[in-house]
């Protein structure tokens, strides 16, 4: 297939294009066979635009303390930089694919990469808080147009018969962001604080543009997708997915029960989304289509989404959060998280080359079992506990979150391809909130429970010192008797050695906090597993009983007949 060809009419340019090069659905890329040669660039140039999709929301996320400290910034104003990313990222989706089938992929690809670039530079120059937040907004919006660009040219890389390797590849290589981003973005903030942060962005941002450039997509199909009601919809949709993200996000931070403008925001949601779903329900034509998504399919597809991002946030939130109050810092879990990347790398190419599209139930299952087995591992942390005690559960959990991804995406696309293609704008919004608030909301159950519990095993231990008891009274000795050298007043220094005590009873209540976080993952997942297992097995079960049942019913007529 020439390349010459790409300047072609679609409608001349399709008429070039074998059946098995054709796009799979509106929107999408034809696939001509490319050479060799053209397939690895478009693999480097797919896994850049992918990793610069993903690597900005990646770097807040593991370094929000340090950049909010550099903006002097409070606790709540930090908890807003990734928070906002995901607001204005889960909110695109909605229109992202009509824009692409529209104007096509070039534009689409050229608007959001210079808009990147953009962004990276203004961010140069604005060095206050309020500034920063508006930038991450628009480096959502980016975000989310780079992450389907670089699906779609990973999808060039693969020839037909495996072409949906390239998609689950595609989809599991955005995983790669964070474990990456932990290894070295502790020193960017290090050396110029939040500048080196926005220095690489940009630099990645404009290799990322330079390639998209020199290596296009080939055509795509353009049409008339836009209705007027869809702008009505997505002013409804996105305030209201916004409110939601926020209260997710910031309900643990300022605590759901102590700001009243979480009680606010979460009625504003409500209403904002339950016009959103009234305007699409009484539409010809709906941008979501709400019919097809209350499928039980749809919905079991869904609630696995929401369900494995959950329990995935034991790694983001809850083990390195435990590390954290343990007195790890960043260089001291190096280790873990190369392990985490690799696992995670190992995992999308294991669920890449395993791909059966006949049991996508099976690795959704399996991601579940590996899950629940390192969170009850890591479900009998102490004080002692160390990265290194984490390795084998952490890269259980990294493998079984990047081999559950791909094929969780293609049960939605299975779904699209037997239904029509006019509702992967739907499926497409099911999926992108599923991953976006699916794990806002696993931190935000994360962090209240853990909060809840630290509490009450704070108070449990507290109780049970007394001051009376001999084995007390030998233990702030030997911690007050630490201070001998530096205090001679015996009242002051036991005053210190209450206060250590106090520390180790709070570091415990943490760990216990973590423990029962830990724990209560590990039988959620364990439930996911029973549940999506049956699934998989339930269409094989009833196919046995109706072939038993007709075997049945024709031994009986034969009975009859000879009778």
């Not at 016009?275 to 009484?282: S, T």
Request: charged share 10%.
């Amino acid at each position: 297939m020439s390349r010459r060809n790409f300047h072609l009419p679609w409608s001349d340019y399709v008429e070039t294009l074998k059946p098995h090069e054709r796009p799979m659905m509106p929107g999408s890329p034809a696939t001509p066979d490319h050479t060799l040669r053209y397939r690895l660039a478009y693999a480097a140039v797919g896994l850049l635009v992918t990793a610069t999709g993903g690597i900005g929301s990646a770097m807040i996320s593991a370094n929000t303390q340090q950049v909010a400290g550099a903006l002097g910034a409070s606790v709540v104003e930090a908890a807003w930089l990734p928070v906002v990313f995901v607001m204005t990222n889960a909110c695109m989706n909605l229109l992202l694919i009509k824009f692409r089938q529209q104007y096509g992929l070039r534009l689409f690809a050229q608007i959001f990469l210079v808009a990147y670039a953009v962004i990276g530079v203004f961010a140069l120059f604005f060095e206050d808080y309020q500034s920063t937040l508006v930038l991450r907004a628009f480096a959502g919006m980016a975000s989310a147009a780079l992450t389907s660009l670089g699906i779609l040219y990973l999808i060039q890389a693969f020839p037909a018969a495996h072409r949906l390797k390239g998609l689950v590849l595609g989809i599991g290589a955005s995983s790669l962001a964070i474990p990456a981003v932990r290894l070295f973005s502790n020193h960017l903030v290090e050396l110029s604080e939040w500048r080196g942060f926005h220095v690489f962005e940009l630099g990645l941002s404009l290799i990322s543009l330079a390639a998209v450039l020199a290596l296009r997509l080939p055509p795509s199909e353009k049409f008339k997708t836009f209705e007027k009601l869809d702008f009505v919809t997505f002013a409804l949709f996105a305030p209201g997915i916004a409110l939601l993200c926020a209260v997710l996000g910031l309900g643990r931070v300022v605590w759901w029960t102590e700001a009243a403008w979480i009680g606010w925001a979460l009625i504003g949601a409500i209403v904002l989304l339950t016009a959103a779903l009234v305007v699409e329900y009484n539409r010809e034509t709906p941008l979501i289509n709400l019919k097809w998504m209350a499928g039980p399919d749809i919905v079991r597809l869904a609630l696995a989404i929401v369900g494995v991002r959950i329990v995935l946030s034991e790694q983001t939130a809850g083990a390195v959060g435990l590390m954290t109050i343990l007195g790890v810092g960043p260089d001291q879990m190096h280790g873990l998280f190369l392990l985490i990347l690799v696992a995670t790398a190992a995992g999308t190419l294991t669920s890449a080359f395993t791909l059966n599209m006949a049991k996508l139930n099976k690795p959704i299952a399996i991601a579940l079992g590996l899950i629940a087995i390192g969170a009850f591992m890591d479900a009998h942390a102490t004080v002692l506990t160390r990265p290194a005690q984490l390795y084998f559960s952490q890269a259980l959990m990294a493998f079984a979150a990047a081999f559950f991804i791909g094929p969780a995406m293609l049960q939605g696309v299975v779904q699209v391809l037997q239904k029509g293609a006019q509702n992967m704008v739907s499926f497409i919004v099911v999926f992108g909130l599923g991953q976006n608030l699916g794990g806002l909301l696993g931190s935000a159950l994360i962090g209240t429970i853990q909060t809840v519990r630290e509490r009450y095993h704070f108070s449990q231990l507290s109780e049970g010192i007394n001051l009376g008891d001999p084995d007390v009274v030998l233990r702030l000795q030997q911690l007050s008797g630490a201070y001998a050298r530096v205090i001679g007043d015996p009242a002051l220094r036991a005053q210190q050695g209450q206060a250590l005590l106090q520390q180790q009873i709070t570091q415990q209540a943490h760990v216990l906090a973590y423990n029962d976080v830990f724990l209560l993952i590990g039988v959620f997942a364990s439930i996911g597993c029973l549940w999506v297992t049956f699934n998989h097995f339930r269409p094989r079960l009833a196919a046995r009983r109706a072939a038993r049942a007709a075997a049945d019913n024709d031994a009986a007529s034969a009975a009859a007949a000879v009778d």
